[in-house]
C-alpha cells in the first residue's frame, strides 16, 4: 500500500524547474523528505495537497487524485506549513478550536480534541495566552497540534524543527515519532537536515534540483555500506596493507581501520590477519554509515558529471555544514 504515489510529476516556474519529473511511492510509516534549500519539498508537500496544480505528471494521495479531489484530501490530510502563519493576538486552544472547526468537527468534539492535542504536543498553561508571546518551540508544536486536530490518516509537515535548537528539535523529532508509533498516523517530513531525519523515519527520500536523487528504507541506506571498525594495538598501517592484498577496502581513520564488509568472510580475514601480525585486537564493531556521510561521498561523484550546472547547494552540503553534532550511528 502506498500513502503518496508521484509519476513523473514537474512544477515549472517561468524561471526554475521546482520539480522535474519525480517519481516516487511512500509507504505507511514515518519518511522523511530531503533536500537543500530550493530542492522543491514544499512544491511537493502543496501539489500533494492539490494546492498548487503540477505542470506535469499525476499524483495520488491516499489513492485520491491530487488534481481533481483537492478538498477531500485536505480533509483526511493534515498540514504544517514551514513559515510562521499563526495569528499573534489569539491563543493556542482558540486558534486550534477553529482550524478543527474547519476540518468540519462539531464544536464539543473541537474542543475535546483541541484539550487533547495540546496536551500531546506539550502546551499546557500556556495554551490559554495570546500566541504572540510564544517563542518558537511553542509556536511549531501549535502548528503540529492544527495538523493533528481532526485525526488525519497523513500529516504533512513542512520544516518542522525550523528555528529549534538542538533540544528543541530533539523534542520535537520525538513528537512526530510519537504521531505515528501513538496514533498510527503516516508522518511526511521536510528538512534540509539528513542527520537529524535518519534516526525519526522509517524511509528517507532525497531531492535535489527537484530531482529523485534517492529514496529507501533508513536501514538500507545505512546498511548498504556497512563497515567495521578495527582498532589494533600496534601496527596498523601493516594490517592495513594485509587486508588491502585481501581485497578488501579499508581506510585509516585516526587509529582505526574502516573496513567496509563484503560478506562474512570479512571479520575471519581480519581476524586472521591480526594474529599473523600477533598485534593486539583493541576492537572490532560493525558501524553504519551516517546517511550524511553517503551523501558526502555521493555528491563527490555527481559533482564531477554536474560540473558548472550551477546548483550550488546540495543536501550534503547542507546535512553536513549545519549539522556537526558529532552524534555517532554505530
Ligand atoms: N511561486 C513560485 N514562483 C516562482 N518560483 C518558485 C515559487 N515557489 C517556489 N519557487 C522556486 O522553486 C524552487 C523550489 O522551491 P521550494 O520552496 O519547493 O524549495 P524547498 O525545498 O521547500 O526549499 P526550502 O528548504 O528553502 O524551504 C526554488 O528555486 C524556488 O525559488
Ligand atoms: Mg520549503
Redesign the pocket.
Known sequence: MTVIATESLSKRYPRVTALDRLTVDVTPGVTGLVGANGAG??TLIKILLGLSPATEGRARVLGLDVATDGAEIRGLVGYMP?HDCLPPDVSATEFVVHMARMSGLPPTAARERTADTLRHVGLYEERYRPMGGYSTGMKQRVKLAQALVHDPKLVLL??PTNGLDPAGRDEMLGLIRRVHTDFGISVLV?SHLLGELERTSDHIVVIDGGKLLRASSTSEFTQATASLAVEVTDREHDLLAMLDAAGLTVQASGHLLLVDIADDGTYDLVRDAVAQLGVGLARMEQRRHRIAELFTDETDETDETDAGDGAGTTPAAAGTAQEGDGRDAA
Do not use: F, G, L, R
Open positions: 519539498k514544499s514551514e513542512d520544516e521536510t
